[in-house]
């Protein structure tokens, strides 16, 4: 970006302010114009330094969160040298979630910027917590229009699209050779193509081993939207996911089981498991998101092209969508003006165009997206990481992403999930299912609305 | 001590310097109760009277409870509860029990090398032990309970992974384990015993059965006292283990808890005052209980 | 009384349960064995095909795990040192002293045994907050010293002794620190030492608590640690399973320490050979 000796002289400076003294030199800091800047570069930025929480940060350890919020730390001291990030993190987990809450709910305090997911976004907005961003349109229409809907509460929206995890089959090419079937061309099958495949990728070797043609895992429910189903209608009013269209998604479903080309406890299997499975060549289709995908790049045995590919989710009646959840960015709303404003501007870098270059091109280079990113202009370097992440990388546009509610997550593991275990169990038809726990349903939407 | 002193002044002097002692000797424990355990409980007794949630709360009365005693998924869970409290408990104590009393006799070293072979497995993490029992129980046939069971030609069983199932898979992990802290305490009362009841016992020539039945087991009633209570407060709050072995709340919520819904309710719904309601249900069921117990199982005994 | 042969079944018996309860533990020193590709291998496999001391290295050399460790000594030690001191004094009170209140306090005490942590959580962060005591290592061991599961074991255990010996050192001019001292504890040993081995493991175990008040992750105990393996997107099961068996190794070195005062007890009235 710019000579040594201008970057040289700017960490003097920063070293000489660190120790307290006054640099009577003036306006020296931003000697540099840093292109892509956010919107709060003013020309003598004075010294901020906001707290940025990110679960599954764990500082001296290897994982991937780690390592890309180190590097995103790094790469922004660069671009806004007057601006002090320090990271606090958490394991992944429901218990990270509440110390989150404890400090952003409870304490209000806490982080100036922080990750979030889905389901707890509008929770914070609700709360009065969330400083909404300022888009321009430019930047609106950046983004997948779908996660900017997920993360808008009453008219506005409160956090910034992170990545869109688009969840799609992973197909085992070993075992499609093995079973005798094509894997579909182009990655695009119908629902009956699908199941016809399982059935016969269902089948049991000479030696014993039983192989099975799909799993998936229980933290997801892609098959009701298959024929249309959503769970809310636009104005996110009405619970629709008894519809006539939900209760074929769901029967399709349970056609699988019935089928039985799932493993005997596709009830119980958490991602990890699921994952497993695939790895260890007893599946021949697995439903996941698109992490799966560095999973099988760390295996040797593994190889894009060779014994594994994607394919889309199969087409019923509902329009062809890739459907997926979406991580974002927020900023917590304070009354520290400076903090804001830098918490803004670094939660637009984190989720913007500059960032992926920027740790590409350290050393080492750093893969900063764990999966295809909420914007545009910024998606396109997830597909540079590897071929597989590149045909991920266009399905992002068009993922289609859940609008979320404030009690989404309590309908969807107090109703929505018993009545899926009730019907794949058959102890329920599938109407029935739904049918029973819509008017519980209804009433949580009701109170979101409120 | 002084003999001159009036007898009632004495004893006044006396009363309350033993009574300030008293008070001396539990101050530390009891004032730290007070602001770490007592204050939150409160608080939590309170809040369940509102229906605070994230956006704030206000007072409505019995309506949480009323909101409970409907809720189907709450009366499951309270259920469920009880039905494994019930069985585990027993199990444990009887498991205990009985191994302590097949070590005691047992020499030194061999004493020893059983106490740690039981205490052992207790340095493990609760959830690393619940994920092992996870795989036991595994609906697959290569899961390792249905591969002991095929050598035999007993059929695969769905366990986890079904809704009727998932709750014997359960309370099965619980009752296959021999409660190492059990058999710790016991053995360690047992150690305590006077030599002479047993003594005079022999000489009347009593088995080691009426023995064990007549004398050990009486003498211990102290410890199993402590164990009943602590087990069944234990099982009341089983949460972990069945979070780990089946996801949450199992199939169709088969193995839902208290507790597991208590966690949900506060922390993943937001919604602290029904929680608080659920933990003071939990907290009078389990009261009631400890009542009873130590209603049954009271003694002055002394050796 | 050690014939071998009458004991035989006994023995066989006691083996084959202790074997089951022993299982896991075992089982998490294998995977910690294993080399990586095999942990999660599907069916999974008792006896090991490969073992490797790999994940040991990976272990220490890619996470903090001695700090965590040491985090975790400290933390875990204080509070049983401590608990072991007030809660022998508090069941010594409840058990053998009559003081108004007593059976208030004690029940009061007791019954707060079956609130779960869950419940307690967010109000004592906010009284360590009002403390000024988040993100320090008191604010972990305070609450923890507010534990009382070891008042109401003491109690029972204490109420055992025999009390005429109290009355006798009084009779002989000591004072009630003194009987408490002298008298009460030497014969409690072996309630203590299973105090101690019960205080330290739950402590070694705390997860929920520590993760919520603590920020800086230089002060994380090796629960909350060895949890930031576990990722949101894929987890390290062999090095989650080689953290969890060295996290073990501390807590069988207190019990081996502790267990061998429950032989040593010496009891008036009986001596066990």
New interface residues.
Partial sequence: MTGDGAMNRRRFLQSLAAVGVVVACGPTATASPTPGTSASGSPAPKAVSIEWWRRNYAQGTQSAETITSDAAVKAYKERASNVTIAIQGGPFGAETDQKFDIAILQAHNGPDVFHTTGGDVLKYAAAGQLSPPTLTDAERTDFNPSALNATTYKGAVVAYPLWIVPWFEYINLDLFKEGGVTPPANGNWTYEDFLAAAKKLTFKRADGKQIYGFAHANDEFAFMLIDGGRPYDKDLKTWTFNSADAVSGLEKWVALATAKVMPPDFLTLNPNDSQARFLAGEVAILQRPSAMINILNADAKWKFGTNWAIANFPKAKGEQTAWGGVGFIAVREQADADKKAAAHAFAKYLTGPDIGPDLKKQTPPVEYWLAPAGRKTAAGIYGDYHPAKATVATMSPFTYVLPNVRTWSEIDQKYLRPARDAALEGKKTPKQALDEVAPQAQKLLDEANK | ?IATEPRRRRSLTAAR???G???L??L???S??V???????V??LILSFQNAT??GGEFVGLDNFATLAADP?FVQAVGNTILYATIVVAAQIT?ALV?AS??Q????R???F?????????????I??AM??R?IF???????AN?ALGTVGLG?F?W????DQALIAVILSAV???P??GV??Y??????????LYEAADLDGASWFSKWRHITVPLLR??T??LI??YT?LA??L?ERVYIM????????ATITI?QL???T?????R?GL??AM?VV??VM??VV?VVQFRSLRS???? | MSNIRQRLPVHVLLLLAGGLSLFPLYWLFLTSLSPTQYVVRVPPEIVPRELTTGNYVRLFETTPIVRWLVNTVVIAGVITAFHLLFDSMAGYAFAKRRFPGKNVMFWLVVSTLTVPAQVTLIPVFFILRFLGLLDTYPGVILPGLADVFGVFLMKQFIQTLPTELEHAARVDGASEWQVYRHIIVPLSRPALAVLAIFTFQRYWNAFIFPLVILHDPSKYPVQVGLATLQGEFNTDYGMLMTGAAVAAIPMIAVFFAFQRHFIEGIRIGGVKG
């Fill in positions: 001590m310097r033993r009574y002692w008293s008070y000797f539990i530390p424990t009891f730290l109760f602001v770490f355990t007592l204050l939150p409980v608080q939590g994230v956006v998924v498991l191994v097949l070590i006799p047992l020499g030194t061999a004493q020893i059983y106490r740690a072979l039981f205490y052992l497995p207790l340095v493990n993490s609760a690393l032990v092992v029992w795989w595994n609906p697959n046939p290569f899961g390792l591969a695969p769905l986890i992974g079904s809704s296959l384990t021999i190492g802290g710790v305490l053995s360690a009362a047992m150690g305590s015993l006077p030599r002479d102290p410890t006292l402590y209570v602590i407060i009341f709050q949460f089946t996801n949450g709340g199992g199939p169709n919520n507790v208590i966690y949900s506060a922390f993943q719904f937001g602290y929680a608080s933990a939990l907290f389990a009261l400890a002055d005994v002394e050796y």
